[in-house]
C-alpha cells in the first residue's frame, strides 16, 4: 500500500515516520471552516474528513491520512493563531487551567473510510506576559492549535498534568493510526 500524509505539518511526518511506515506527503487546499452547530467533540473529525474529502479520487493501493487538531476552553475551540496577538490571547486564556486537545484523523483507501478523534485532558500552570512574549518571540506557534507545542519549551515548562496520549496533544494519535493503518 501507498500512504499519502496529506499534512505539512513537521510533526505529524515525524510521528508517522517513527511508527515505521513510508509515506509520501501530497498537498490539498481545502477552506477548513467548522459548520456554527458542530460540537466541539466533531470538530477536529469534521475537518480531518472535509481535507479527505477534498482530495482526488485514491488510486488502488493508496491510503489517504489526514489529520486535524482544536484546542477547546470554556467550550470555545481554539485554532491557530492569526498573528500575534492572537496567540497571546489564546495562551492567556489557558495559563492556569485545564483545556482539551482533539485530534481527528481520516483514513481512506478507494473504498472504505475511517475517522476516529481522540482527546486528551492537558493542565497549564500560570504563564505570565513575559513568558508568554518569550515564548512566542523564540517559537512562533502560528502553525499551532492553541498557540503551542507539547514538545516545545511552553510544554516542558508548564504543563503540569495530562490525561491521555502525548502524541494526540502533539498532533497525532499515534496508537489510532497505527491501529487502523495494520487493519488496512
Known amino acids: 500500500m501507498k500512504i499519502l500524509l496529506a499534512s505539512q505539518s513537521p510533526r505529524r511526518k515525524e510521528l ?37 474529502d477534498t482530495f482526488r479520487p485514491l488510486l488502488e493501493g493508496e491510503v489517504l491520512l489526514t489529520a486535524d487538531t482544536v484546542v477547546a ?6 485554532g491557530k493563531p492569526k498573528d500575534t496577538s492572537d496567540a497571546r490571547n489564546m495562551l492567556n486564556m489557558l495559563s492556569g487551567k485545564t483545556h482539551q486537545v482533539f485530534t481527528g484523523i481520516t483514513i481512506q483507501t478507494s473504498d472504505r473510510v475511517f475517522t476516529e ?60 493510526v497505527y491501529r487502523i493503518l495494520k487493519e488496512i
Open 16 to 52: 508517522l515516520s517513527s511508527l515505521g511506515f513510508d509515506f509520501e506527503v501530497v498537498k490539498i487546499d481545502c477552506e477548513e471552516i467548522l459548520p456554527d452547530d458542530i460540537s466541539i467533540e466533531n470538530a477536529a473529525a469534521y475537518l480531518s474528513k472535509l481535507k479527505a
Open 73 to 78: 476552553i470554556d467550550n470555545q475551540i481554539l
Open 117 to 176: 478523534t481522540d482527546v486528551a485532558d492537558v493542565e497549564l500552570d500560570e504563564i505570565s506576559a513575559d513568558e508568554i512574549d518569550y515564548y512566542i518571540d523564540h517559537y512562533k506557534p502560528f502553525d499551532k492549535a492553541g498557540s503551542y507545542g507539547i514538545q516545545e519549551w511552553l510544554g516542558m515548562a508548564k504543563i503540569t498534568k495530562l490525561s491521555g496520549s502525548f502524541y494526540t496533544i502533539m498532533g497525532l494519535p499515534t496508537h489510532l
